[in-house]
Structure formats: structure tokens, C-alpha cells
């Protein structure tokens, strides 16, 4: 049974950091892609980050390229997602999500397979 469960979400002024992680039960990383997604009240859910172990290949929204760094760490059988110069448009509830194999759209939440509980995020200004 997979099993994702995130953390490292609160509450923080823009301009400020924050660093999520999801550990993965039942799940491998090698070969199969992980990603991040965020879903804001009254928004559909939106991909952030994805990463595929097989060839260590990253894929990030343009909304979020050069503040978010989505990160493995195979040891731990965990995703992390380093979020730089938060900005309020970046609250939303943070999901981490799984899929087997590396083909398709990485940013499209159709494309996974198993979902975490979701953290919560939020920005002020």
C-alpha cells in the first residue's frame, strides 16, 4: 500500500522560505516520478514541481521557476520541495503525488497515480 504523507507547511511573510517534505511508504523512487502540486480555495489543482529518478529530470511551472527546488532523497524515500521568495499568490494546500514510470505530462495531476493528505501554506504580505 503507498502511502504519502507531507509536512513543513505554516505560515509565512512573503519574501520568506519554506521547506516541505513527503515521505514515501511502499513506494520506490527509482524510475517512477514524484511531484508537488497546490490547489488554492475556489482553484483547480495546479502541478508546481516533478521530478523523475530515472534520469534526474525536474519540471517546474513558470510561476514558480528560480524560487522552488524539488529535490530526492532516495536514502530517506523522500521528496522535498525548498520554496524560496514566497510570494501570497503561492498560498494554496500543497499535495505530493506519485506515479510509476516517467512518461507522460509531468505537471498534470492526471497523471499520478497515489496523493498525500496536503499541507498547508500560506503567505502574507
Known amino acids: 500500500q503507498v502511502q504519502l504523507v507531507e509536512s513543513g507547511g505554516g505560515s509565512v511573510q512573503a519574501g520568506g522560505n519554506l521547506r516541505l517534505s513527503c515521505g514515501a511508504s511502499g513506494f520506490t523512487f527509482m524510475y517512477n516520478r514524484m511531484g508537488w502540486f497546490r490547489q488554492a480555495p475556489g482553484k483547480e489543482r495546479e502541478g508546481v514541481a516533478s521530478?523523475?529518478?530515472?534520469?534526474?529530470?525536474?519540471n517546474y511551472a513558470d510561476s514558480v521557476k528560480g524560487r522552488f527546488t524539488i529535490t530526492l532523497d532516495n536514502a530517506k524515500n523522500t521528496v522535498y520541495l525548498q520554496m524560496n521568495s514566497l510570494k501570497p499568490e503561492d498560498t494554496a494546500m500543497y499535495y505530493c503525488?506519485?506515479?510509476?514510470?516517467?512518461?507522460?505530462?509531468?505537471?498534470?495531476?492526471?497523471?499520478?497515480?497515489?496523493w498525500g493528505q496536503g499541507t498547508q501554506v500560506t503567505v502574507s504580505s
Open positions: 521530478v523523475y529518478s530515472g534520469a534526474g529530470l525536474t
Open positions: 503525488a506519485a506515479r510509476r514510470g516517467g512518461s507522460g505530462r509531468p505537471l498534470s495531476p492526471t497523471e499520478y497515480n497515489y
